[in-house]
């Protein structure tokens, strides 16, 4: 059988892979994506805790997580194509009016 | 058997996450980031939660990765980024992110030691089934339910007012 | 020798059935597709007033031959500036997804072989019908890919187009859909064929049947709804590009989606294999029903003209989905008022 600490060790790399990823890429999209690569580390390990625990808490937990993921996508999706709009670029470093 | 199936899913999965990360196009991240997604709906299944990872392919890989699609399509970014660079290095960011993996890890191997956690509890033939989460759902967590579909009709909301063109 | 092979093979009789079931479920899908080609051509033919297809073979069965093996012979061509990865995947996509899909429908009862009951579908899943709408709604990739990968202007319309038309109408399809789960408390395919055995749902939940059907037109890109191709005004859509057999894979997909989605409303709203005229070969009764319906598939796209985009869209949006909502809170409803008191 697979210990739990594979499974978490599995999550931690996926999520890691996440951050590095919003970290170092400028397209606003793929770092879009790179939030759910980690959202969706975050279920694998509750789904993992709620089988080796034997309850349902952490399903429910991510389910709302999906919810979450739902919301946040349409929101920041729209919000990339109304700053497209203005800016005709998803590139994230020449978006920078509110910087100083 | 679980051996056998969990070590290729989760290393085709690692891999398709690295390649969304290091795609030079934004359909090529997304492919593979559905891909991805697939790859953890068959670890879900391993892990019994059934009905979860049928959501995760109908709600992630059926609906969010759509929407991926389409503004990439609406907005044609095929040739937009194939000279991407890595962002100016920074040190105080790579080492945050060194201290933060280690500290995870570090954590994980720290929980974990504990025996209970060698091998799965024995759970029940229904477990992870549509019956069980459901009853779980509308009874114990009817709250957080309810402020989930609240957060989503913002969401809603939210995105028909941003994406309008002009706002009267 | 051969006793050793079978105490091999003994812990392992589930897979060998399986792989059977797959390869004949494939098989069949496969080979059904040209003959559907011939039916809907020769219908078609006489919705118009003309003959259809006649001079290949009897009655012009042997068209569907001899254009599939046309395809076959056709050049492939890739134009350069096409994605190839994405161009090649993409066909692949579509048929795959549409082959999966049916493997979760029942055609039924299970019988018995050497003791062993074999049951009519591919896997009898406890969540059959949410693995149907998950697996049928990972085809709009192929679509996708198809658009995008294609490097062109009308290819780009038709993928855009295909993936606003296929969210907007799954929420209906799921939410009619959810009627039937409601009335039968299962999301089991065979369980809620079981409960059909004395009234085919689509008698109490008409205006559900109603709405899951148009839905089911909608999603399989199909006449009125099929906004993706419009020959006439994007050229064929996503696949303008594409020739030879990889174009061949497209029309496939389509096909066996209209077979699919025929066999899901079946199985949801006409009672599956339950005849209610008391004859009783199952195979027969589904099968004579799935082509039925995909008879009237043909005749709504020899009869209606295609609807405007955003007639479209608002068809979609601002009728369906009102409607279908409304119609499951009803039957919630009714469910929990009249049924369960």
């Known amino acids: 059988m697979v210990p739990l600490t594979h499974y978490l060790i599995f999550s931690a790399v996926l999520f890691s892979i996440g951050v ?20 969706n580390a975050v279920n694998v390990s509750l789904i993992a805790f709620d089988r080796y625990l034997n309850q349902h808490d952490g399903q429910i937990f991510s389910f709302m997580v999906m919810c979450v993921a739902a919301a946040e996508v349409s929101v920041g999706l729209a919000i990339v194509i109304a700053l497209f709009r203005n800016k005709a670029t998803v590139n994230l470093d020449e978006i920078n009016l509110m910087k100083w | 058997m679980e051996l056998l199936i969990f070590y290729p899913l989760a290393l085709v999965s690692v891999i398709l996450a690295l390649f969304v990360v290091f795609n030079k196009s934004p359909i090529g991240s997304a492919v ?6 697939l790859g953890l709906a068959g670890v879900f299944i391993l892990l019994q939660a059934h009905f979860l990872a049928i959501l995760q392919i109908i709600v992630y890989a059926g609906a969010i990765m759509v929407l991926f699609m389409f503004v990439i399509m609406l907005l044609n970014l095929k040739d937009d980024d194939t000279k991407w660079k890595i962002r100016e290095r920074n040190i105080f960011l790579s080492s945050a992110t060194g201290v933060l993996i280690v500290g995870i ?18 759970v029940p033939d229904n477990f992870g089934t549509v019956e069980v989460v459901g009853t779980a759902l509308f009874t114990d967590f009817v709250l957080p339910f309810e402020v989930a579909s609240i957060l989503l009709l913002a969401a809603m909301v939210g995105a028909v007012v941003l994406a309008k063109s002009k706002v009267d | 020798m051969i006793d050793d092979i079978l105490n091999f093979l003994d812990p392992y009789w589930w897979l060998i059935i399986g792989v059977v079931k797959a390869v004949i479920i494939a098989v069949g899908l496969l080979s059904t597709v040209p003959l559907l080609v011939w039916l809907e051509r020769r219908l078609m033919g006489r919705f118009q007033v003309r003959l259809g297809p006649n001079r290949v073979g009897p009655l012009g069965l042997g068209q569907a031959l001899a254009d599939a093996i046309k395809l076959l012979f056709k050049e492939n061509i890739v134009q350069s500036s096409a994605d190839k990865f994405l161009f090649y995947l993409a066909p692949a996509v579509v048929v795959f997804t ?37 697996v049928s709604s990972m085809g709009i990739y192929g679509i996708v890919l198809a658009g995008l990968s294609s490097n062109n202007k009308y290819s780009l319309m038709g993928g855009l187009r295909s993936s606003a038309q296929m969210i907007s109408y799954e929420l209906t399809l799921g939410l009619s859909a959810l009627c039937v789960v409601l009335m039968s408390g299962s999301l089991n395919l065979y369980d809620i064929v079981k409960s059909q055995s004395d009234m085919p749902y689509a008698i109490p939940l008409f205006p559900a049947f109603v709405l899951f059907f148009i839905a089911g037109v909608a999603e399989t890109n199909r006449a009125p709804f099929d906004l993706p191709e419009a020959e006439q005004e994007l050229v064929a859509g996503f696949f303008t590009e594409y020739s030879g057999m990889k174009f061949a894979m497209f029309f496939m997909g389509e096909y066996i989606n209209m077979i699919t989605m025929s066999a899901l409303i079946t199985i949801l709203f006409l009672g599956g294999w339950n005849s209610y005229i008391g004859f009783d070969i199952p195979i027969l009764v589904f099968a004579f ?13 020899s009869t209606f003209p295609r609807i405007r985009y955003d007639r479209l869209m608002t068809f979609g949006w601002k009728i369906l989905l009102p409607t279908s909502l409304v119609t499951m809170l009803a039957y919630s409803a009714i469910k929990v008022l009249v049924i369960d008191a």
Request: proline fraction near 3%.
């Open chain 3, 289 to 301: 029903k799935v082509f039925l319906l995909l008879c009237v598939f043909i005749w709504l796209r």
């Open chain 3, 98 to 134: 549409a082959i999966v899909t049916f493997s979760a429908i029942p055609f039924g009862e299970p019988f018995e072989v050497g003791g062993e009951s074999i049951g009519l579908w591919g896997a009898n899943l406890n969540i059959g019908l949410l693995f149907i709408f998950a």
């Open chain 2, 105 to 122: 890890l570090y954590k994980i191997i720290d929980v974990t030691t504990d025996t209970k956690f060698d091998s799965p509890a024995t």
């Open chain 1, 20 to 39: 590095l990823g919003v970290l170092i890429r400028r397209n606003a999209i793929v770092v879009f994506m790179c939030v759910e690569i980690m959202l």
């Open chain 2, 32 to 37: 593979c980031l559905i891909g991805m997604m």
